[in-house]
């Protein structure tokens, strides 16, 4: 029995690629900090396929030790996908930014992710069929003012990612690694990063797109031999090759 682990799976993106997989009949171990929400989306998944199987853990990636803890609990599990989505952001001017909350988004969207996927590739560079997937963001390949500390934290993301493609495929490794840089999306991340209550996307943004509508190009992605998925100015979704300069 093989498994797609999804990180951050309570809601947003994370919940709507779940629904995703679950459609296509993958059993699903789901990931995040808020059980309840992870109830809820076991659920809506036996609603789509009663017979999947779905495994709950709570962790905090925050923590990074939990990354480690995360991994070695799922050991036992056969894991054909791993989609790193857990990610916080942080909306002011550096000088005005919440060092606390900075330290917590550094440690979600980079050591965390840098610990789960060198671990995933450790255990199943070698293994058909796999694939690892971590979702960046548009700004992990254009700066915003404003929320600088986030958009370097995605370009991280973003390179980490595309180069560790080019090292995979450089070994002839069976594994696939692939990064997701979607725009403005409809969820809770908004509200968490301006610590506005409700942000309003209709009011507040000219574009944007829903939770469901980036699952569906998390899914246009997965089915590619392509290595990104990217939202353009556009607000079109684009599938290609490396973006950043490899050098060697």
Do not use: C
């Amino acid at each position: 029995m093989k498994y797609t682990v999804i990180t951050g799976a309570s809601s947003g993106i994370g919940y709507e690629t779940a629904l995703a997989f679950a459609a296509r009949g993958k059993n699903l171990i789901i990931v995040a900090r808020r059980l309840n929400k992870l109830e809820e989306l076991k659920t809506a998944i036996h609603n789509i396929n009663p017979d999947l199987d779905v495994i709950i853990f709570t962790i905090d990636l925050s923590v990074t030790d939990q990354a480690y803890i995360l991994y070695d609990k799922l050991k036992g599990y056969e894991i054909e996908t791993w989609i790193n989505n857990a990610g916080l952001g942080e909306s002011a001017f550096v000088a005005d930014q919440n060092l606390s909350k900075v330290e917590t988004l550094l440690r979600v969207n980079i050591e965390s992710l840098t610990i789960l996927s060198t671990l995933f590739v450790r255990d199943y560079a070698e293994k058909e069929e796999t694939q690892l997937i971590n979702v960046s963001s548009a700004l992990g390949y254009a700066i915003a003012v404003g929320t600088i500390t986030y958009s370097a934290s995605k370009y991280y993301v973003s390179a980490f990612t595309e180069g560790l493609a080019k090292e995979l495929e450089l070994k002839g490794a069976k594994l696939k690694a692939k990064v997701l840089a979607p725009a403005m999306t409809e969820t809770e991340f908004a509200t968490n990063a301006t610590g506005l209550d409700n942000f309003n996307y209709k009011e507040n943004l000219p574009m944007y797109h829903t939770a469901k509508q980036v699952a569906g190009f998390m899914m246009e992605l997965y089915d590619s031999n392509a290595v990104v998925g990217i939202v353009d100015q556009n607000y079109e979704f684009k599938i290609r090759e490396q973006i950043y300069p490899i050098i060697g």
